[in-house]
């Protein structure tokens, strides 16, 4: 079975803090994302990588950066955490080719408080 | 840039009852259509898919067809039973790298 794995189920960090949230598959799986998501909003996408040290904006940068140093492993960072960004945070990853299924982790539930 | 549109939560319905929720899409060029479903606490996992106009996707009783004219990929089920509330996410992907984009979700309740 593919598995993605985050490092956290639940987190509560202070306004200020630099926060990383891990994120590890077993698939051997090109791309991964991380999205957060939230009530109304559905799944908005942070970034996503397609390759080890390779990055691509989504729809919500700002406040975040990521970092993929290994293929199994793609990391997000909030710099400075605020308040706004208290969210459930969803990894996921999937294979390079039309129509593949993305596996998501249980997903990162973030206070910051 | 591309866009998912799916019909707003919550839907409530009896056991057994006919399920319809709306998917429209805008893409750039020609996606691939996704149905994702999140049970209660869990991840999401993919519930059914499709690659071509015209293809049916289908599993655990739920079907979508995939309409380029209208560009719709609605979501049904003849008889829906309580085990699938949960809330139900289109999506779509495309380009060479296939990033997903996703609709708001739409929670489904089913009661006895």
């Known amino acids: 079975d593919v598995k993605v794995t985050q490092s956290s189920r639940y987190l509560v960090k202070r306004t200020g803090e630099k926060v990383f949230l891990e994120c590890v598959q077993d698939?051997?799986?090109?791309?991964m994302f991380w999205y957060r998501q939230d009530p109304g909003l559905g799944l908005r996408l942070i970034y996503f990588?397609?390759?080890?040290?390779?990055?691509e904006k989504g729809d919500i940068p700002e406040g975040y950066s990521v970092s993929r140093e290994k293929k199994e492993r793609f990391s997000l960072i909030l710099e400075s955490a605020s308040t706004n960004q208290t969210s459930m945070y969803l990894c996921?990853?999937?294979?390079?080719?039309?129509?593949?299924?993305?596996?998501f982790g249980q997903g990162t539930r973030l206070t910051v408080v | 840039g591309n866009s998912v549109t799916q019909m707003e939560g919550p839907v409530t319905l009896s056991e057994e009852a006919f399920l319809t929720i709306n998917c429209t899409y805008t893409?750039?060029?020609?996606?691939?259509l996704f149905w994702y479903v999140q049970y209660p606490g869990e991840g999401l996992q993919l519930l059914l898919k499709?690659?071509?106009?015209?293809d049916k996707g289908s599993n655990k009783g739920f079907e979508a067809t995939y309409r380029k004219e209208t560009t719709s990929f609605h979501l049904e089920k003849g008889s829906v039973q309580v085990s699938d509330s949960a809330v139900y996410f289109c999506?779509?992907?495309?380009?060479?790298?296939?990033?997903?984009?996703f609709g708001t979700g739409t929670k489904l309740q089913v009661i006895p």
């Open positions: 996921a990853s999937s294979f390079v080719g039309r129509g593949t299924e993305a596996f």
């Open positions: 698939m051997d799986h090109e791309n």
């Open positions: 990588s397609y390759d080890v040290k390779m990055k």
């Open positions: 893409a750039t060029g020609y996606p691939s």
């Open positions: 499709a690659t071509k106009a015209d």
């Open positions: 999506a779509l992907s495309e380009g060479g790298y296939q990033k997903v984009t």
